[in-house]
């Protein structure tokens, strides 16, 4: 009896942690960071204000919900959005690229089917089997797969010069793209202002 109750608990805690689990998706972003202060690294407080590129002022509201998320994030690294009296300007670029097929469109297998159409040949100790092998979802009618592209650059005012500039890449089927465009904002500030040479891939999770 008392085994049984041990099982049918820990089968319960396991349904929790899995429910739980499932509640969250995983991001994954390569970060490319590169600085070159002309004066010391900025300090928590340092004022900034944002820049825009003539296409960016274009599609306005749009820009808005961006820069909202870049001053979050800019926020947390101890950046001050203050118009009147900037140190520095602030430039973000994001782009996201929406691709209509699957992904897996080559001659992968993916664990469940064939990937595409073929030909297959099977052999045992009971003889062949010929047959034909089709893709395990419709072509054309799956997810859509994103790519998404953000960089963001800090140019010193004082000298007009870039000082600090961050790119992030993320790519899969997630659609919350302002929820995914804020965790890559945080992994592209990760570090800052003078953050690790080379690529990194930075995980977060987010809610589903």
Same mark, same amino acid.
């Given at each position: 009896?008392?085994?049984?109750?041990?099982?049918?608990?820990?089968?319960?805690?396991?349904?929790?942690?899995?429910?739980?689990?499932?509640?969250?998706?995983?991001?994954?972003?390569?970060?490319?960071?590169?600085?070159?202060?002309?004066?010391?690294?900025?300090?928590?407080?340092?004022?900034?204000?944002?820049?825009?590129?003539?296409?960016?002022?274009?599609?306005?509201?749009?820009?808005?919900?961006?820069?909202?998320?870049?001053? @979050?994030?800019?926020?947390?690294? *101890?950046?001050?959005?203050?118009? !009147? /009296?900037?140190?520095? #300007?602030?430039? $973000?670029?994001?782009?996201?690229?929406?691709?209509?097929?699957?992904?897996?469109?080559?001659?992968?297998?993916?664990?469940?089917?064939?990937? @595409?159409?073929?030909?297959?040949? *099977?052999?045992?100790?009971?003889? !062949? /089997?010929?047959?034909? #092998?089709?893709? $395990?979802?419709?072509?054309?009618?799956?997810?859509?797969?994103?790519?998404?592209?953000?960089?963001?650059?800090?140019?010193?005012?004082?000298?007009?010069?870039?000082?600090?500039?961050?790119?992030?890449?993320?790519?899969?089927?997630?659609?919350?793209?302002?929820? $995914?465009?804020?965790?890559?904002?945080?992994?592209?500030?990760?570090?800052?202002?003078?953050?690790?040479?080379?690529?990194?891939?930075?995980?977060?999770?987010?809610?589903?």
């Amino acid at each position: 009896m008392k085994r049984a109750l041990t099982a049918i608990f820990s089968i319960a805690f396991m349904g929790l942690f899995m429910a739980g689990c499932s509640g969250l998706r995983v991001v994954e972003t390569d970060v490319t960071a590169f600085y070159h202060w002309s004066v010391a690294p900025p300090a928590p407080g340092t004022a900034y204000r944002f820049e825009r590129l003539p296409s960016q002022q274009i599609i306005g509201a749009q820009h808005d919900a961006i820069e909202g998320l870049a001053r @979050t994030a800019l926020a947390r690294v *101890g950046m001050e959005l203050n118009p !009147a /009296a900037p140190r520095y #300007s602030v430039q $973000v670029r994001v782009s996201t690229l929406v691709i209509e097929r699957p992904p897996y469109d080559g001659s992968g297998y993916d664990g469940f089917g064939f990937a @595409t159409p073929g030909v297959f040949l *099977g052999g045992g100790n009971r003889g !062949a /089997a010929f047959g034909m #092998s089709f893709p $395990v979802y419709p072509m054309g009618f799956s997810d859509p797969y994103y790519r998404r592209e953000l960089t963001l650059l800090v140019r010193d005012l004082t000298t007009s010069q870039v000082v600090f500039e961050t790119r992030a890449v993320n790519d899969g089927i997630q659609n919350e793209t302002l929820a $995914v465009l804020s965790a890559m904002l945080d992994a592209a500030l990760q570090g800052f202002p003078q953050p690790p040479a080379g690529p990194r891939r930075i995980t977060a999770q987010i809610p589903r």
